[in-house]
T-cell receptor
Framework: AQKITQTQPGMFVQEKEAVTLDCTYDTSDQSYGLFWYKQPSSGEMIFLIYQGSYDEQNATEGRYSLNFQKARKSANLVISASQLGDSAMYFCAMRGPFSGGYNKLIFGAGTRLAVHP | DTEVTQTPKHLVMGMTNKKSLKCEQHMGHRAMYWYKQKAKKPPELMFVYSYEKLSINESVPSRFSPECPNSSLLNLHLHALQPEDSALYLC???????????FGPGTRLTVT
């Protein structure tokens, strides 16, 4: 069975500083992927970044980077130069093997990030 | 354009009402999903449609009835709901060859 663990219920960071949100996972599948989504108070889930299990390079998207350590089964999100608009709930999610043109996502409990001026 | 739209934004309904939630995407995605999210919890998958056919039903009670009339549209028909069904209902879609799911803004449902 797949499992995603986010151990930080809440995090605080000063504006313009970097912050790391932790995510560990467990799966017996060889092919899988890790996602990070941002959910502001408005409710919409915003896709941030994706890392496949066979990808050799860590994924980056603008100020977001994913620190993927396969042996440790961790996929931490690093946000550089935090902005006030980054205040939101952040979910780590994992997909299993891809079949039938769709994939199931399993979400972690989430980490609420607060950026202070 | 990575837009998934959902209507209505908010819905209040009594336990004897029948209502429907609507989700639409025009990205050519062939997989569409319904999630339920309770306050302070992660989303939980309810249904998956792939190529307009129901592929996954995560043991959802029959008072929730999904429908996929065409490849761009996904409905969730609601009937005889309970107060504990009050939640944010999120729709998502994904391309059949890629992994990212794109979510709509959700419908906040309150059952009185």
């Amino acid at each position: 069975a797949q499992k995603i663990t986010q151990t930080q219920p809440g995090m605080f960071v000063q504006e313009k500083e970097a912050v790391t949100l932790d995510c560990t996972y467990d799966t017996s599948d060889q092919s899988y992927g890790l996602f990070w989504y941002k959910q502001p108070s408005s409710g919409e889930m915003i896709f941030l970044i994706y890392q496949g299990s066979y990808d050799e390079q860590n994924a980056t998207e603008g100020r977001y980077s994913l620190n993927f350590q396969k042996a440790r089964k961790s996929a931490n999100l690093v946000i550089s130069a935090s902005q006030l608009g980054d205040s939101a709930m952040y979910f780590c999610a994992m997909r299993g093997p891809f079949s039938g043109g769709y994939n199931k996502l399993i979400f972690g409990a989430g980490t609420r990030l607060a950026v202070h001026p | 354009d990575t837009e998934v739209t959902q209507t209505p934004k908010h819905l209040v309904m009594g336990m004897t009402n029948k209502k429907s939630l609507k989700c639409e995407q025009h990205m050519g995605h062939r997989a569409m999903y319904w999630y339920k999210q309770k306050a302070k919890k992660p989303p939980e998958l309810m249904f998956v449609y792939s190529y307009e056919k129901l592929s996954i039903n995560e043991s959802v009670p029959s008072r929730f009835s999904p429908e996929c009339p065409n490849s761009s549209l996904l409905n969730l028909h609601l009937h005889a709901l309970q107060p504990e069904d009050s939640a944010l209902y999120l729709c998502a879609s994904s391309h059949e060859l890629t992994y990212e799911q794109y979510f709509g803004p959700g419908t906040r449902l309150t059952v009185t």
